[in-house]
């Protein structure tokens, strides 16, 4: 069953580079929440944050009541087990084929005899619709099917929260559609919470229960669907009708940044907005 996950007041920053500060939300238990946000935003860094990876600045995580942020990498370890990470590039290791990559963290988790890995790394190439491609490396399939056998295994320890960045990144529409419908069939089978970095307009509209939108270092919004795709918000319109019209251009430090007059900055204006404990 999936886990909710309470973030609260998260800040990242990079030496003096905030990458976004005071991000707070909850990722409902179970359900699907699609994650939005102009390229640079932080998107990638926020994942790598909820899984351990980067330390906030500041704020608080807690998955399944777990605060994880002031763990020390053996209780990380542990907690990591229960999730599973679709990196934005796959990460799959180039050296090893894809039955070697799927079954790598059974290996590394668990005390499964080779036996049993077999049977489990099987059965995710199948679900992901690649039985049979096992023996094939990194380096020789499409980037689509990189995706799914990055797919399959973060699917391997049945974990109770999946993470995936642009796993549609580089799909043809078809593709990415197949790649929808897969994530809801995983999520009504497993029950597992979902939370998916993307950038394709019509899986969030059509796939999640929640959408929120990373934009000029906040948290813009974070709701139900419905709720966000019927919102008035200049900056959410523009991105859903990816309409070059609108508040936010073609490079991030362009767009209406605080101009050192002592305007309000825009941040300022969406903070907290469509927030779901506003
Ligand atoms: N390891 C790192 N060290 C320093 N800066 C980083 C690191 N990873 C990402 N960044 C910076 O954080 C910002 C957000 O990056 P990223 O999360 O990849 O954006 P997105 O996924 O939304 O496109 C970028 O300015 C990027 O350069
Ligand atoms: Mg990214």
Known sequence: MGVAVEIDGLTKSFGAQTVWSDVSFTLPAGEISVLLGPSGTGKSVFLK???????????????????????????????????????????????????????????????????????????????????????????????????????????????????????????DPVRTAFLGELIAELNRTTGATFLIVTHDINTAKTLPDHIGMLYLRRLVAFAPREEILASDDPVLRQFLAADMDGPIGMAEEKDAVGNGKGETLPEEQYRGEHREDA
Request: charged share 30%.
């Open 49 to 171: 944050t909820l899984v351990g990876l980067f330390r906030p600045d500041r704020g608080t995580i807690h998955i399944d009541g777990e605060e994880i942020t002031s763990l020390h990498e053996r209780e990380l370890y542990r907690v990591r087990r229960r999730l599973g990470v679709l990196f934005q590039d796959g990460a799959l290791f180039g050296s090893m084929n894809l039955y070697d990559n799927i079954a790598f963290p059974l290996r590394e988790h668990t005390r499964k005899t080779e036996a049993e890995i077999r049977a489990i790394v099987n059965d995710r190439l199948d679900l992901v619709g690649m039985s049979g491609d096992g023996e094939k490396f990194p380096g020789e399939i499409s980037g689509g099917m990189r995706k799914r056998a990055g797919l399959a295994r973060a699917l391997v320890l049945d974990p109770e929260l999946i993470l995936c960045d642009e796993p549609d990144s580089g799909l």
